[in-house]
């Protein structure tokens, strides 16, 4: 079993920067691909971006490509997203998910947290 707990959303300006982080209880985390989605008001969830276990290879959606960046520490059990030129379609509930398959659907992904808030104004 694995637990997600995301923490590091908020109100934000277009242009700014925002880093969520992802914390994981569970030791078999370490093998899990660890990724980051998004799902805005009426809108289905989407992939955002994920990492493999040992954060050699990230994968990222088109549209934050160049902007985000994710990454892993092993270490702490973490998995983080760096939000850097924000827009204002980036507003969306974002949520950390993992498991054993490097999928971008949400249906592959059988560990989910909670979800953290970010706003971003114009």
């Known amino acids: 079993q694995v637990q997600l707990v995301e923490s590091g959303g908020g109100l934000v300006q277009a242009g700014g920067s925002l880093r969520l982080s992802c914390a994981a209880s569970g030791r078999t985390f370490r093998s899990y691909i660890g990724a980051w989605f998004r799902q805005a008001p009426g809108k289905e969830r989407e992939f955002v971006a994920a990492v493999t276990w040992s954060g050699g290879t990230t994968f990222y959606a088109d549209s934050v490509k160049g902007r985000f960046t994710i990454s892993r520490d092993n270490t702490k059990n973490t998995v983080n997203l760096q939000m850097n030129s924000l827009k204002v379609e980036d507003t969306a509930v974002y949520y950390c998910?993992?498991?054993?398959?490097?999928?971008?659907?949400?249906?592959?992904?059988?560990?989910w947290g909670q979800g953290t808030q970010v706003t971003v104004s114009s």
């Open positions: 998910a993992a498991d054993r398959s490097s999928s971008t659907a949400p249906s592959d992904y059988n560990y």
